[in-house]
Nanobody, 117 residues
Framework: QVQLVESGGGLVQPGGSLRLSCATSRSIFSIYDMGWYRQAPGKQRELVAGLSTGGSTNYADSVKGRFTISRDNAKNMVYLQMNNLKPEDTAVYYC???????????WGQGTQVTVSS
């Protein structure tokens, strides 16, 4: 079992920045791919950024050049640095962990990000 706890959401003006954090309950990065997803009202949940066990990253086209996913192995933390935020980035952001060797697929409770003036 893996617990994921997000933090760092809030209200920010357009053009501003936020850093989301995801605390994992144990060291999992060697066997779990990590991702940040978001879900806006009335829309499907979508992948924002992914980070593989090997350190490869991938981003949704809408956030490339603005968002950065990273991890701290020693702290069992995953981060999403979000810069130049836009109103369309408003959503609940979720941390996700998918195991490469089992059927494990875990979600955090989500953190709200609102971009508005």
């Amino acid at each position: 079992q893996v617990q994921l706890v997000e933090s760092g959401g809030g209200l920010v003006q357009p053009g501003g920045s936020l850093r989301l954090s995801c605390a994992t309950s144990r060291s999992i990065f060697s066997i779990y791919d990590m991702g940040w997803y978001r879900q806006a009202p009335g829309k499907q949940r979508e992948l924002v950024a992914g980070l593989s066990t090997g350190g490869s990253t991938n981003y949704a086209d809408s956030v490339k050049g603005r968002f950065t996913i990273s991890r701290d192995n020693a702290k069992n933390m995953v981060y999403l640095q979000m810069n130049n935020l836009k109103p369309e980035d408003t959503a609940v952001y979720y941390c996700n962990a998918i195991s490469r060797i089992t059927s494990g697929n875990y979600w955090g409770q989500g953190t709200q990000v609102t971009v508005s003036s």
